[in-house]
């Protein structure tokens, strides 16, 4: 398997993995996938992977900014989905890998995730690699007319010595 940035060529598995993630009904809030000129505005490109195996991109991760106010520049929202084929060959583990590796490198202090509660598998392989739970926002949002709960982890990076 091989890991590398995404190219705009990734769009189309990008967003077909997305919509997996949003069929599961425990991956994100979304209902729909963005457009591609929508996903790769939001997304810090530099900052954006693709795990691929013969040809056949089998998962996705990225970072997002949480704000636009340069304190906040090295703070980043991640996202990792991959196909749902692929669960427990450790596509996740080595996305999350590469993409904290990358963020460390590139400056970033804190990644946090938002995960439903519901979304086990998710929230323990972020905490195999050094996220923890800092909360739970109550009622974040409506998911096809059900509130729902979402977990907020973050992974402090032990590069500047902050924990």
């Known amino acids: 398997m091989e890991i590398r940035l995404v190219k705009p060529e990734d769009w189309e598995a990008i967003k077909t993995i997305y919509e997996e993630g949003i069929l599961t009904g425990n991956a994100t809030f979304q209902v729909e996938a963005p457009t591609k000129e929508q996903w790769y505005a939001s997304q810090n490109l530099p900052n954006s992977l693709v795990a691929i195996d013969n040809g056949v991109v089998l998962g996705w991760a990225a970072l997002s900014p949480v704000s ?4 906040y520049s090295g703070v980043a929202e991640i996202s ?9 060959k450790g596509v996740g583990d080595k996305l999350l ?22 979304n086990t598998a998710s929230i323990r392989l972020h905490k ?3 996220f923890r739970e800092v909360g739970r926002r109550v009622r974040m ?5 059900v509130w729902r ?9 032990e590069m500047v010595g902050i924990d």
């Open 128 to 130: 195999k690699h050094g």
């Open 97 to 118: 890998k590469e993409i904290i590796d990358l963020s460390e490198r590139n400056g970033f202090w804190t990644l946090q995730a938002g995960i439903f509660p519901e």
């Open 68 to 71: 636009a106010r340069s304190v």
């Open 149 to 157: 709960d979402v977990l907020l982890l973050e992974r402090r990076s």
């Open 80 to 88: 990792v989905y991959f196909k749902l084929d692929t669960r427990g």
């Open 141 to 145: 949002g409506k998911l096809k007319e």
